[in-house]
């Protein structure tokens, strides 16, 4: 969404990561960006130039005087980035922008670009602890670049340790921070996501189809917008948001206890778990065994803690709160009563059973009812946009 129509400059050079930046730049199309890719020539011995050629639907710039039409052609894509991203970026090309240094296509066109700049060290981890490459980082951001760290693991040369090229995706995930707007900047949001469960048995358990999808998305775009975010999750298998603190409970009370203990100091609370209503009364302590004379099995519930009530009644006059709720029928009736009686500033309200809506799907249609008797729709879209309208809307009703 933050990427959409957006001008990128892609720097590749000569490290053994080159070909995730092909990966990258599938990410950065996905969206709708136009990339631009320049090479190094080092990197051109790594991965082919029509590679990325095909994939960015752009020529390639490896050599500035290769075009004789147009000898300015790296001003021209300097003056019309919205971001840079240099992955991997070398030793040799760090050294380069630090000081200065312009003599080749990609080191010359950085010199002139004025939008963000995102450098991804790659290389092997002693050349990344090496005082001099140490030292030409710090000046980068000093000067305003955004530093990504490398991972940590076995690097091609058999060495373990710092100089791994982060995955593309994570890459991409930051490269979209950088040009978020950071209107939560400091921030503290409080999100819950996922399922609780509440055991029968050791093997058994009461539960229902939450993904976690909705919740881990909300997590990600407040977190993007300079949010201090802490999610306290269900079980999932979902990836943690960059830059979110993850907080993994199973049951309705551990979720209760981990949210309640932060509220606090929390300025926006969102809660998107789906928690069990009710759970076994006696949860048996071995597991329970099938018996041929006993055709029938009941098993006895009761209610579990309402967290968001219970948020509700504590949450102060400066504290804003959000719920969501998951309806088969009647979804404004339900939806509204639920506001009223869990003291919610917004609810937001989807239908659920259906492949590409709720539980499950990638994407989401839902309804924002607000506490002071206006309604917004949310089309259906990703679950990642869905995600960013509702953080507009919570900004623009905390700003009223």
Request: proline fraction near 4%; glycine fraction near 6%.
């Amino acid at each position: 969404m933050h990427l959409q129509n957006k001008n990128i400059l892609l720097g590749v050079t000569g490290g053994i990561a080159a070909y995730k930046a092909v990966e990258l730049l599938r990410f950065f199309k996905k969206t709708g960006a136009n990339v631009n890719v320049i090479m190094t020539g080092s990197a051109l011995k790594f991965v082919g130039k029509t590679t990325f050629e095909v994939l960015s639907e752009n020529p390639v710039l490896s050599d500035l005087f290769s075009d004789t039409k147009s000898s300015v052609k790296h001003i021209d894509l300097a003056a019309r980035a919205d971001a840079a991203v240099i992955a991997p970026a070398t030793a040799n090309t760090i050294a380069k922008l630090a000081n200065g240094i312009a003599d080749d296509a990609l080191s010359t066109t950085l010199l002139a670009v004025t939008c963000p700049v995102m450098i991804c060290p790659s290389m092997n981890t002693y050349m990344y602890q090496n005082i001099r490459v140490q030292e030409n980082i710090d000046i980068l951001e000093k000067d305003g670049f955004f530093i990504l760290d490398p991972d940590s693991g076995v690097l091609a040369c058999k060495t373990t340790g710092a100089g791994r090229l982060p995955e593309p995706w994570f890459i991409f995930d930051r490269v979209e921070a950088m040009l978020t707007k950071k209107d939560l900047r400091n921030k503290k949001i409080l999100i819950s996501a996922g399922p609780t469960l509440e055991a029968i048995d050791p093997v058994r358990f009461v539960s229902n189809h939450s993904s976690g999808k909705m919740g881990y998305a909300i997590a990600g775009a407040a977190e993007k917008r300079g949010g201090c975010v802490t999610l306290v999750s269900g079980p999932v298998g979902l990836k943690t948001p960059a830059g979110v603190e993850r907080i993994d409970v199973e049951t309705c009370e551990e979720m209760a206890s981990q949210m309640l203990a932060r509220l606090e100091s929390a300025d926006i609370i969102i809660k998107v778990a789906a928690v069990a209503d009710y759970k076994p009364v006696n949860p048996k302590t071995h597991k329970i065994k099938k018996k041929d004379s006993t055709k029938d099995f009941s098993i006895l519930m009761t209610e579990n803690t309402d967290i968001l009530k219970l948020i509700g009644k504590k949450k102060t006059k400066d504290q804003f709160l959000v719920g969501f709720a998951a309806e088969t029928d009647d979804l404004e009736k339900n939806a509204l009563l639920k506001m009223k009686k869990k003291n919610l500033d917004i609810i937001a309200a989807n239908l659920v059973g259906t492949s590409d809506s709720g539980f499950k799907a990638d994407t989401n249609k839902v309804k924002l009812f607000f506490k002071d008797g206006s309604f917004f729709d949310i089309p259906l879209m990703d679950k990642s946009k869905v995600a960013d309208t509702l953080m507009d809307q919570i900004i623009k009703k905390r700003a009223e």
